[in-house]
């Protein structure tokens, strides 16, 4: 019997995976596993585990003891928070890859799912329509990690015959829990200023493009990618992933067509040096032609969604 471990379950990917996951697989197959004492109510129809991913032994019994097949690893500091803490977060980053890359290759695991981003890339890649492969140069700790992470993979996949999966998420927009520390983070905020009513001040600066993508899709393509089969994988480090680029401003007028009142205000602060880093858009033609992707979602209907289903008492 399949049994999955989602490390980082209490986060905005974490989330939403595990009801995913636990609804094509039922309840007690997916363990929803995090730092935190508790789960959140929206996930508690399940088993959960109090785990730091910084503690090998204890992810390494757990998963040797509990008969686990496969890790989605998805605990890590992400890019905002990252260069607050440049060590705290190579480390987080970094050390619980390794330990359940090693459980795979001394067979535990049958497959991990590892998040990388769009933030392997830098100033100097190609800023539109991104090709898989192209110059790599992160100016980010966030960035750094992901990129060691991605070639750790590639290593493991290639020297060890361990299969791990993995997709460079863009920024990821969702209402059911809310991201944290993010620099894509403005495009979930604002949502939730403009259902308040308030006007929305914006940390980054209205001309800002970046690669985004509504969480239905990023949770869908999640599941192909890990449901494909093994031989269609062709990528070993890290799929591209594409699904609508916007600016601020963009957003803002999208938003304007469903609330006429609302406004924006722009502030930017040191997350627009990353975000000047990052591409404006994606190329995933790869991940199209090896496991079939496509995204649904156009920005004017997850601003439909989003509008519709953001609920205030979240961040009250
Ligand atoms: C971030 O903004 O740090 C993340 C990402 C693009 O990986 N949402």
Known sequence: MEKILIIGA?????????????KLK??????????????????????????DVLDREFVRNFIIENKISEVYLLAALLSA????????????????????????????LKK?????????FGPTTPADNTPQVTVMEPTTVYGISKLAGERWCEYYAKQYNVDVRSIRYPGLISYTSLPGGGTTDYAVDIFYQAKMGNEFSCFLKEDTMLPMMYM???????????????????IKSSYNL???????????????KEIPSFKISYFPD??????????????DDSARKDWGWSEKYTT?????????????????
């Open 10 to 22: 209490g986060g905005q990917i974490g989330t939403e995976l595990v009801l995913a996951l636990r």
């Open 26 to 51: 039922g309840n007690d197959a997916v363990i929803a596993a995090d730092i935190k004492e508790d789960c959140s109510d929206l996930i508690k129809d399940g088993p959960y585990i109090k785990m």
């Open 81 to 108: 928070t990252a260069e607050n803490n440049p060590a705290f977060a190579w480390k987080l980053n970094m050390e619980g890859l390794f330990t359940i890359l090693d459980l795979a290759k001394e067979k535990h």
């Open 112 to 120: 991990v799912f590892w998040p990388s981003s769009i933030a392997v």
């Open 216 to 234: 239905e899709d990023a949770i869908r393509a999640t599941i192909e990618l890990m449901e494909a089969e093994e031989s269609l994988i062709k």
């Open 242 to 256: 594409s699904g609508s680029s916007f600016t601020p401003k963009e957003l803002a007028q999208s938003i304007q």
């Open 270 to 283: 040191f997350r627009q040096k990353i975000a000047d880093s990052w591409p404006n858009s994606i190329n």
């Open 300 to 316: 004017e209907e997850l601003v439909k969604v989003m509008l519709k289903y953001v609920d205030v008492a979240l961040i009250e």
